[in-house]
């Protein structure tokens, strides 16, 4: 069975319903030359505190830092970038993800570049850390051992001194 359908209304449906780790890959963010360079990758998910660069659509040569991601409507706001509502009030504006340029990353989460393991997640074992560990190690108990013979076995017993009982 294709979970890819043809009809508009299952695309919606399937783009509105997704997992969030998947709605977070979908508002990834092209990268300038330099982040490429850096981190060798061409699209970063799009995370607050991020610079961008609108590349796109009437606000084209504006720039900002990402206040806010909704990934429920596929949008993105940033700071600087508002539009006045009849009432007076200012809002910001909705802006896709495509039509932007990401031009420098928030570096305040180490674990979105792997310098600090994610909470939760246990730390990866390498070879010095099993070297200082303090623990006894476990019996083997599938090792093989010697197996005593049973003329030792009755030596043993025999030599055993026994207690008489009676009275």
């Known amino acids: 069975m294709n ?4 009809k508009p209304r299952k695309q919606r449906k399937r ?20 982040i490429r360079k ?11 505190g991020d610079t961008i660069k609108i ?13 806010r991601v909704e990934y429920a409507t596929g ?5 600087k970038i508002l539009r006045k509502k009849s009432d007076g009030k200012e809002i910001m504006v909705p802006i896709q993800a495509s039509n932007l340029l990401l031009t420098d990353l928030n ?15 246990k730390p990866v074992k390498t070879e010095a850390t099993e070297k200082t560990s303090s ?25 055993a001194p026994t207690k ?3 009275k």
């Open 3 to 6: 979970p890819k359908s043809k």
């Open 164 to 166: 008489k009982g009676g």
């Open 107 to 121: 570096r305040e989460d180490e674990a979105r570049f792997g310098k600090k393991p994610v909470k939760g997640k």
């Open 55 to 67: 590349v796109r659509g009437g606000l084209k040569g504006k720039s900002g830092k990402i206040a």
């Open 15 to 34: 783009a509105l319903n997704l997992p969030l780790h998947l709605q977070q890959k979908k508002l990834a963010i092209h990268t300038n030359k330099a």
């Open 75 to 79: 949008r993105v706001f940033i700071e």
């Open 135 to 159: 623990t006894p190690k476990k019996e083997n108990i599938w090792e093989e051992k010697p197996i005593e013979s049973s003329l030792q076995k009755t030596v043993k017993k025999t030599n």
């Open 38 to 48: 850096e981190t060798k990758k061409r699209r970063l998910p799009a995370r607050k």
